[in-house]
């Protein structure tokens, strides 16, 4: 999720990257055209299926193609390039949320990329850290989920040394050859993060894409 205007600079240079198309190509390995003009293209989490939000509801944003920028912090220089596509919420207060979704040319393809995102997310904290020596970061494994090809839920937290700090929940799940990644995010810490309702919206969020 977005660490908003003071976390952009964490980010600029995956976020360059992204604005340079690193990752909007789909390379070879991406599901053909043809064949995925036949089949429906994988579906998206609706607003009220995100956790819960104690005073503000959800806004769904529309489903455009490309790799978020919201998702950059973590997933930007180390992404293949496929056809991805992507729907961003928000609350009226300071919680967001973004999903992206991508088809690949087959489930061992998949696979390898819901276990390449995983890895990046894994080595998030470090990144961040390395990148801007007045933020702190820590990562968290919330494990795994038993829907459909499996998924996994990460959390991220982050405290810059002027009084920022953010927390981000995120999750990698697979159906076949199409992997979706699920992001939250808002100020606070782990205390904040509603890990529960996180990890219900991501069995729905796999459940969907087929």
């Known amino acids: 999720m977005p660490i908003r205007t003071r976390a952009a600079a964490l980010a600029a240079l995956t976020v360059a990257a992204l604005a340079a198309g690193t990752v909007l190509t789909a390379p070879a390995g991406a599901a053909p055209k043809a064949t995925a003009a036949k089949a429906a293209p994988p579906r998206f989490l609706a607003a009220s299926e995100l956790p819960p939000h104690p005073s503000s509801a959800w806004t769904a944003g529309p489903v455009g193609d490309g790799f978020p920028e919201e998702l950059a912090y973590c997933l930007g220089e180390g992404v293949p390039a496929y ?9 009226d207060l300071d919680t967001s949320a973004v999903q992206v979704t991508v088809v690949t040319g087959s489930a061992a393809k998949g ?100």
């Open 83 to 91: 056809d991805y596509r992507h729907r961003v919420f928000h609350t």
């Open 111 to 210: 696979k390898a990329l819901a276990a390449l995102l995983n890895k990046e997310i894994r080595s998030c904290a470090d990144r961040i850290e390395a990148s801007d020596p007045e933020v702190e970061a820590e990562g968290r494994f919330y494990g795994t989920l038993p829907v459909e090809e499996g998924a996994t839920v990460h959390g991220l937290h982050t405290e810059a040394s002027w009084g920022a700090t953010d927390i981000h929940l995120l999750s990698v799940g697979r159906d076949g050859r199409t992997v979706t990644v699920v992001g939250w995010g808002q100020m606070g810490d782990f205390d904040d993060a509603p890990v529960a309702a996180f990890k219900k919206t991501t069995k729905k969020a796999v459940n969907k894409l087929h």
